[in-house]
């Protein structure tokens, strides 16, 4: 007899009596590979088993238990007065097998793997430690919640088969953001580890709830936006055409003209390095555009534009200052032609990803500044005037003063500052830069009120 009040039986002959138990029953289709997963890197050859149903008068701790049987059984119902806790780090993890059904307050589990013919009633929570083992109910799951963090990943119809009767959250994969928005910030420990596991039992034996009340005014619909619509535009016609290798020496020039004597040699070549960059495609050409150009409508500037593909154009060079009565649309996040304005480029909205965009005078947005993803970069030399400049994960420098209010994910958390409406579901800690752009143009907000964007 164990401590437990658990016999020890042969494996061989209780993996066969488990078979026999599941057998024909929903949503254990798959325990005769997870009992070969359990005993795979065991050297034992017992397993331990309590006869008919057990009453367990104070909590279940198995990382209070020395053991090695890889198989834990109980051939009936399983009442804990207490929790059954088997966290990820514990020295025994065996497989716990119930024929019947499993009650108690908590569940705290980690690697162990969970196989319950019947049901589970708990009082409090269920709580999935780091990399959970397998889980497999015959029948349904209530309690005061479901928090699992199961590394197969399956839908829950397929590990309970009878279904969760109590509100659930998923672990696996989630953001700071969902955390926050489901629970009471008692609970929550971000990153990693996500929740604080002891607050959540603590919650539970108390009777309270770890789950936050979601008012009316965040369970509503997004707004139906109108889409972009574009004016595409052809700045060939506005233009010369030349190979961009031409341009190399002169480009450079310019650079180091503007960046007068005195400045940092590194802050040159935060400029300089990408034009030698993109200058160094001998096979492709440039638009050169005479100073004060003014160009009615959109840039579309991306490599596929009919303007740009046909020409093999990589790069508009304009000579001095540039008005765009439109928009800057660079959505491609790998790349796109590099735009370089000797003086002030004047637009609209400016949403920039793949591209090098290279402004040597201001920079004037009479809407948004949007530069998206980290393949591309933003220089400017003088200021930057906008309604915002919103910095997703790019590489953004302004050499003069930023006047727009100002957001960077490398900064902060996004989330805290801007709209619901801007991100495309709950999982996501960056917005949608489209979203941003079609907001703002609709006339939504997209700060939260009570964010504290710096200018």
């Known amino acids: 007899m164990h401590d437990l009040g658990a016999q ?10 488990i078979l026999k138990c599941c057998k024909n029953k929903p949503g254990l289709e798959d325990v005769p590979q997870i009992l070969d997963a359990a005993v795979e890197f065991s050297k034992s050859k017992f397993a331990l088993i309590w006869e008919g149903n057990q009453h367990l008068g104070d909590t279940l701790d198995l990382g209070q238990i020395k053991e090695d049987a890889p198989i834990l059984a109980c051939f009936g119902d399983l009442k804990i007065d207490g929790d059954f806790l088997s966290h990820y780090h514990d020295d025994w993890q065996p497989m716990l097998f119930i024929d019947g059904t499993l009650s108690c307050h908590n569940i705290v589990k980690g690697g162990l793997f969970l196989v319950v013919a019947g049901d589970i009633d708990l009082n409090g929570y269920y709580v999935g430690d780091n990399n959970e083992g397998y889980l497999r109910v015959a029948g349904s799951l ?3 919640g479901f928090v699992p963090r199961l590394r197969d990943k399956l839908p829950t119809e397929d590990y309970i088969a ?10 696996v994969d989630c953001s700071d953001h969902q955390l ?28 309270k709830s770890i789950w936050k009340d979601q008012s009316l005014s965040q369970l509503t619909t997004k707004p139906d936006l109108p889409p972009l619509i574009e004016s595409p535009i052809d700045p060939t016609k ?22 007068k004597t005195g400045t940092p040699a590194d802050t040159v070549d935060c400029f300089s390095e990408f034009v030698k960059n993109e200058t160094s495609r001998s096979q492709e050409n ?9 160009l009615e409508g959109d840039l579309i500037l991306e490599s596929f534009a009919p303007w740009a593909e046909i020409n093999k154009i990589a790069a508009i060079v304009c000579r001095g200052n540039l008005e765009i009565a439109g928009d800057i649309l660079n959505k491609t996040l790998e790349h796109g032609p590099m735009l370089f304005v000797e003086g002030n480029l004047k637009v609209n909205s400016l949403y920039k990803a ?17 530069a998206e993803y980290n393949d591309g970069v933003l220089r400017v030399a003088g200021d930057l005037q906008a309604a915002a400049l919103l910095a997703l994960d790019h590489d953004c420098y302004v050499a003069g003063e930023t006047k727009a209010l100002y957001l960077s994910s490398d900064e902060c958390s996004l989330r805290e500052h801007l709209c619901e409406d801007v991100f495309n579901d709950d999982s996501e800690d960056n917005p949608n830069a489209e979203l941003l752009l079609r907001c703002f143009k609709t006339g939504l907000a997209i700060f939260e009120p009570s964010g504290s964007e710096h200018e």
């Open 286 to 294: 440039a638009l050169v555009l005479p100073a004060g150009t003014k």
């Open 162 to 171: 009878g279904g969760v009767k109590t509100k659930s959250f998923t672990l």
């Open 8 to 17: 020890k039986l042969e494996l061989k002959k209780v993996r066969e009596r």
């Open 142 to 144: 209530s309690g005061a």
């Open 354 to 370: 793949g591209s090098t965009i290279i402004v040597l005078g201001d920079l004037q947005a009479s809407e948004l500044v949007i």
């Open 180 to 207: 926050k928005k489901h629970f009471v910030p008692e609970v929550i420990a971000g990153g990693w580890q996500a929740v604080n596991i002891d607050e959540i039992i603590k919650y539970g034996r108390e009777g």
């Open 238 to 259: 506005n233009g010369s055409i030349c190979p961009l290798s031409e341009m190399r020496t002169e480009l450079l020039e310019a650079i180091s003209t503007k960046l």
